[in-house]
């Protein structure tokens, strides 16, 4: 993370800060073009990167995303600040490139939801509800969240997982478990082969990539998390019982009972999420370095649109 | 159809009943064995209808009906065992391989199949202690004897003695009088001496000696030495059975065969008169009497003493003596010896009052010592020095034993158990070189030891190897004897460049020895080389020289050159807490497993017993389910008979399906599974494994320490070996090398496997999870991470640099010892030439710390290579003090690079988490690192002699980036 970076981010973590206006501010500061799409009350802003080089149409467009709202009266360093920034400072690196990445930014709005909110109120889900009636079906969403603390990358695939308990138990969501579960195969390649293949994948964690599968769009969450943590929470993981496990979520991933459940199994390092010691003192640059590397390493990484068609 | 109607349909039987129904005497417990028999016994059996006969015949000649016996029917492959009324007792599987057990020496009888199996077997009768057992054979000669014997015999008493107090070893007399009446006639001896000597045999059968033994070994050579002067004949035939006596008042118990006196019968009187002993040849037969007179007393001041070991110390250990010094000492030396021995058996037995100074004592060495030193000491003028030998080694022990046997002690009795101490002096030199070698601070010690024991000779020679030892890393007699005759300023380059040589060897797999000081030595020095760096305690000096021995070409390196470059890379240490908060949970836990398995009888049966009632647990509940599969397995398959080739069909299905729920369903089982593990590694059955010397210690340690917030991480880690790691290897050495050993049935359940069922191998899993979950064998990882320190922030952490590096030379062949995983010379990959073992390097401490194995393989209609870990194999004492997620990870990065330099597609690691690691933390952080990761197919079976592992399917850890 260098000054400036560390300097964005310390201003975008006040209390005080209008977030939506800092990056609107910094995206024209930046010169970068951008468009808001508002969806409800929300405000989600649109970078696309198809100026220089445009989008190769035969491969999927990887959509980068990272909610920028927090919960009120909290810092929000790690959630999720410091995916936003990751993916800001990651515009110039991509636009540097020579040869054509297809990926586009969108920095979402309303992710964490309020008491008594469904997830039909969460911002992604009310866009790619608005995707799907524009009949845009060559996105693949990639989620950033919980970017800021650690060194080894995390591939969330609760959506999958989720996904799999409903077709086990209805048959019509078949298509779409099949659908995730070629995406998610076709990126194994992308992960085995980023660093040394040291990442973990942890089904239980999930943030907006749930809107955008529920609207049958290819979504899979990155995070990132010490090695230690990523190490408790899958054994913390292998001691729960597959029939309980399957209890829980059956109620709901929103659900209270779910939540509760979710808490002994979270990382450590994410204890202080929705909490006011959620500060950027407690981020590590080496985080910041992975998902820089990521990034780059996605860049290359085409998806055939053919291949995972909606 | 009741049994009368049954022994109808048979013309014989029917004839036998009605001759029993006319018997004088006992015809009605005679009809009604008859009647009852022939329910449970198929009329058409001739062994039936042979026992009516000989019972009836019995009954007739003797006028007993033997009412307390058991009758043993042979059945095809099974005995059938029937009580005086003819009820069904029990029936059994005929085992050919069982041990026998001694009839005086060695307690009571058991039924063992080695007895004269005749088709009705006599030697069944129980009444009593070893009493009344008599064959058939045997009791048809007594009943039929020829007239020239009558004459002169008493039949009927003979007979009687028979039928009262024989035992199944007791052949029939007649030879034996035939022999003693003609040599009365011959010599014309008095009339009187017939009636002196069928009291002898009745006294002598009384005390359990065989009329037999009587006649040849006491009548005969009284008849030949005294035989002449009927009053002296009159008073040595008095003064063996005066002996017996005399302790017989001594004790004032009745000589009924069960009391304490028939021990002291047969661990002291018939040593003292068996034919071979000197002790009543050359004195005069008052003299003798005295002499017994004072070791009597002695005798049982000894044994009436309250100390709880007092026989277990004797038996075995100070019985050989007795018999040893019987034979070849004058009677006034054996008086001397035998109090002498009596002395250091009451010394050692008061001041060994519980269980653990008992294990301490390690008996069996003193068993096996004994053996070595009568071994070489066969020649009569080595009698002295055994003597004076005996003598010191007393004197040593008990020294020992005041000081509760120090550390010391375990390696003296290594080397009297091994033979190396062969006179006194040999006691006196090990005594200093111990205290010299104690100075240098060597791990080697045993193996110094040994080389100053075999060749050092005096002070000189012994500082010259000491000389040696403190500069020299590499330890062999034969470098050593070289190095010796070296002049002194080539001594020191030679010492020198050997060191230089350990070092390069171990890092660099590539290496050629050559030192210029010592040459056409390379062989060896490659050899001692490996035996400095192997120190698995899972392997004996021996072993490794075997293994040495028979190395085959397929160990050169044979692989890409890319795998013999190194890779470095550094690992955090682990900070530990000096003691544990150990929870007295953990500490009674453990004290419970230490007494159980010390208060174990010794029996050489147990380990068959267990067996055969685990496969006779298997077949009965087999037959619940499918009661008449279970009896054809029982009754006409030769799963029974040992005949593992002929088993088909369902026969085999049966069979094997019985071992499978045998090794994998009860929790009941796995308990005593457990008890007999520790049964075995405690008591030494588990040969070669040396468990029982690296169990010692350790549980000495606990033992000592009761109070809480004592453990420490040195005492609690080579627990954790012992329950873990030689429990697994023991487990698997049980399941694949020891099942060899097992009876017929029990070998062909362990051996087999079947389709869609557990194999051997991972039934020995399965029994080891079942362990380690009963075993608490967690408890020690938790304790374990109890101990270790939170990192304090600020606080400099040190860090180890690791080396690791492909080999496949003669080092490598012992990749299997170098770290945990519990496999004990099972397999032969280093044979394989898709084989790779990666050695794991502590540069730091210059340690061989353990392996990393892997294959080549391809995928499923692919040429691409697949590197495919199989384990990671180090040693747990060496990673407890890093920080194993950080050696995990970097090991795994280095493991990516290999795979890159080889031009691997992918880095794979297979399925089978069990074989992994023998090291529970690596095991966990792969677990962990599998989860959920792509797999792919692959067209690998890799087969070996004893396993073969299915590839078919494997995980995922890293792929090469497509171009």
Redesign the interface.
């Known amino acids: 993370m260098n000054e400036q970076m560390r300097e964005d981010l310390t201003q975008f973590c006040r209390f005080d800060c209008d977030r939506y206006e800092f990056l609107i501010n910094w995206l024209n500061r930046e010169e970068i073009s951008h468009s808001v799409i508002p969806t409800g009350s929300a405000r989600h802003i649109l970078i696309r990167l198809d100026k220089i080089r445009p989008y190769l149409k035969r491969y999927h467009v990887k959509t980068l995303v990272a909610h920028y709202d927090r919960v009120d009266g909290t810092p929000g360093a790690n959630d999720n600040s410091s995916a936003v920034m990751q993916l800001l400072y990651s515009i110039d690196k991509l636009k540097s490139l020579n040869f054509a990445h297809n990926i586009q930014i969108i920095l979402t709005d309303k992710e964490e939801l309020m008491p008594g909110e469904s997830l039909v109120n969460q911002g992604a889900y009310q866009l790619a509800n608005l995707f799907r009636e524009k009949n845009i079906n060559n996105c693949i969403f990639f989620v950033f969240d919980m970017c800021g603390i650690g060194d080894t990358l995390i591939s969330g695939r609760a959506g999958l997982q989720l996904l799999k308990n409903k077709y086990d138990n209805e048959i019509r969501f078949k298509k779409m478990y099949d659908h995730m579960r070629h995406f998610s195969d076709s990126l194994a390649d992308l992960f085995l082969s980023f660093r040394d293949g040291e990442y973990f994948n942890l089904n239980s964690l999930f943030s907006d990539d749930l809107g955008f599968l529920l609207n049958r769009y290819p979504a899979l969450q990155i995070s990132v998390l010490p090695y230690s943590d990523a190490l408790a929470v899958k054994n913390n993981l292998f001691r729960i019982d597959d029939e309980k496990w399957n209890e829980v979520q059956g109620k709901g991933v929103l659900s209270a009972e779910y939540r509760e459940f979710l808490k002994p199994l979270l990382p450590q390092s994410w204890n202080s999420n929705h909490k006011s010691s959620d500060s950027i003192e407690r981020l590590t640059d080496s985080a910041f370095d992975v998902i820089d590397e990521f990034i780059l390493e996605l860049a290359q990484y085409q998806i055939p649109y053919g291949e995972v068609n909606s | 159809m009741n049994g009368l109607q049954t022994l109808k349909l048979n013309k014989k039987a029917y004839k036998l009943y009605l001759r029993a129904k006319k018997l004088n005497l006992w015809s009605k417990e005679t009809c009604t064995f008859m009647v009852n028999s022939a329910r449970h016994i198929p009329i058409s059996s001739n062994e039936l209808s042979d026992l009516f006969e000989i019972l009836i015949f019995v009954v007739e000649k003797t006028e007993i009906f033997p009412i307390e016996a058991q009758f043993r029917i042979k059945l095809n492959n099974k005995v059938v065992y029937l009580n005086s009324s003819g009820d069904f007792l029990e029936q059994r599987l005929i085992i050919n391989d069982n041990k026998i057990n001694g009839h005086l020496s060695q307690g009571p009888i058991m039924l063992s199949p080695k007895l004269d199996l005749k088709s009705v077997d006599f030697s069944t009768f129980i009444s009593g202690y070893f009493r009344g057992h008599i064959s058939a054979e045997v009791l048809k000669k007594l009943c039929t004897v020829p007239e020239p014997l009558k004459v002169v015999w008493n039949i009927a008493v003979v007979r009687t003695i028979y039928l009262k107090f024989s035992h199944p070893r007791w052949e029939d007399p007649l030879d034996s009088l035939y022999v003693v009446q003609q040599l009365l006639i011959a010599k014309e001896y008095p009339r009187n001496y017939v009636r002196l000597i069928e009291n002898a045999l009745v006294n002598g059968a009384r005390l359990g000696f065989s009329p037999v033994d009587v006649l040849n070994k006491i009548v005969l050579h009284n008849l030949e030495m005294y035989g002449d002067d009927p009053d002296t004949f009159a008073e040595a035939m008095q003064l063996d059975w005066a002996m017996a006596r005399r302790l017989n008042a001594l004790f004032g118990k009745e000589n009924d065969g069960t009391t304490f006196n028939q021990y002291s019968l047969q661990k002291l009187i018939i040593p003292l008169i068996s034919p071979d002993s000197r002790f009543i040849k050359e004195q005069n037969l008052a003299e003798i009497d005295r002499m017994f007179r004072d070791i009597a007393i002695r005798w049982k001041e000894v044994f009436t003493q309250p100390y709880r070991y007092t026989k277990d110390l004797f038996d075995n250990y100070g019985d050989i003596y007795v018999a040893n010094v019987c034979r070849n000492e004058s009677p006034d030396y054996i008086r001397k010896e035998l109090i002498r021995l009596l002395n250091h058996i009451d010394f050692i037995s008061s001041r060994i009052d519980s269980e653990k100074q008992y294990t301490r004592f390690l008996k069996p060495l003193h068993i096996e010592g004994f053996e070595e030193i009568k071994k070489k000491t066969g020649s009569k003028s080595r009698q002295s020095v055994m003597r004076l030998l005996m003598q010191k080694h007393f004197e040593i022990i008990e020294e020992y034993t005041i000081l509760e046997f120090p550390i010391d002690y375990r390696q003296y009795m290594t080397f009297f158990s091994g033979g190396f101490i062969q006179s006194p002096d040999d006691i006196d030199f090990f005594q200093n070189a111990v205290r010299n070698i104690r100075k240098l601070n060597s791990t080697e010690t045993d193996e110094i030891l040994r080389v100053m024991m075999a060749f050092a000779s005096d002070v000189k020679e012994t500082q010259k190897i000491l000389d040696y030892i403190s500069t020299c890393k590499i330890f062999d007699r034969q470098i050593y004897q070289k190095w010796k005759d070296l002049k002194e300023d080539r001594q020191d380059e030679a010492i020198y460049s050997l060191n230089k040589t350990f070092d390069r060897y171990l890092l660099d797999p590539t290496i050629e020895i050559s030192i210029k000081e010592l040459p056409k030595m390379e062989r060896i020095i490659e050899n001692a080389i490996i035996k400095q760096l192997i120190k698995s305690p899972r392997l004996s000096r021996q072993e490794i020289d075997y293994m040495l021995a028979n190395e085959t070409t397929a160990m050169e390196p044979m692989f890409s050159s890319e795998l013999t470059k190194p890779v470095d890379f550094s690992v955090d240490e682990k900070v530990y807490a000096t003691k544990s908060s150990s929870s007295q949970e953990f500490i009674s836990v453990r004290h419970r497993f230490v007494n159980r398995a010390a208060s174990m009888a010794s029996d050489e049966m147990y380990r068959n017993r267990i067996a055969t009632s685990l496969i006779k647990a298997g077949v009965y509940h087999y037959g619940n389910n499918y009661s008449d599969v279970s009896l054809e397995v029982m009754n006409n398959f030769q799963i029974f008979t040992g005949e593992v080739n002929n088993l088909t069909g369902k026969a085999a299905e049966v069979g094997r399906e019985c071992a499978s729920w045998i090794l994998t369903q009860e929790k009941v089982l796995a308990v005593k599974t457990i008890n007999l593990m520790e049964e075995l590694i405690l008591s030494g059955i588990i040969e070669n494994t040396h468990v029982t010397k690296q169990a010692y210690p350790p549980f000495s340690d606990i033992m000592e320490k009761p109070e809480r917030d004592t453990f420490t991480k040195e005492t609690i880690l080579p627990l954790k070996e012992i329950y873990s790691i030689y429990f697994r290897e023991y487990i698997n050495d049980f399941c694949i090398n020891q099942s060899a050993q097992l009876p017929p049935v029990a070998r062909t359940l362990f051996q087999k496997s079947f389709p869609g069922t557990e194999t051997m191998m991972e039934c020995a899993q399965i029994i080891y999870k079942n362990l380690a979950y009963y075993l608490d064998l967690d408890q020690f990882d938790l304790e374990l991470n109890a101990l270790n320190s939170q990192r304090v922030p600020g606080l400099e952490v040190k860090s180890r640099k690791i080396r690791m590096v492909g080999g496949k030379r003669k080092l490598d062949q012992f990749f299997s010892y170098a770290g945990e995983m519990g496999y004990k010379g099972l397999f032969n990959e280093i044979k394989r030439k898709d084989f790779i073992p990666i050695r794991i390097i502590d540069t730091t401490t210059m340690i061989l710390s353990g392996y990393i194995t892997a294959f080549f393989v391809y995928p499923s209609n692919s040429r691409n290579r697949i590197f495919l870990l199989t384990g990671i194999h180090i040693k747990e004492s060496w990673i407890i003090d890093l920080d194993e ?1 950080n050696f995990y ?1 970097e090991a ?2 280095a493991l ?1 690079n290999f795979a890159k330099r080889v031009d691997a597609e992918l ?1 794979c690691v297979t399925q089978s988490g069990e074989v992994h690691s023998g090291c529970s933390s690596i095991r ?2 792969m ?3 599998l ?4 797999l792919i197919k692959t067209s690998a079976v890799l087969k070996f002699p004893e396993k073969s592992f299915n590839f078919s399917e494997v995980s ?7 171009e």
């Open positions: 997620t990870r795994r990065k990516v880095l966990n952080l677990k962990a690192d989860d959920d990761k792509p995922i850890l890293w792929k090469k980036k497509s």
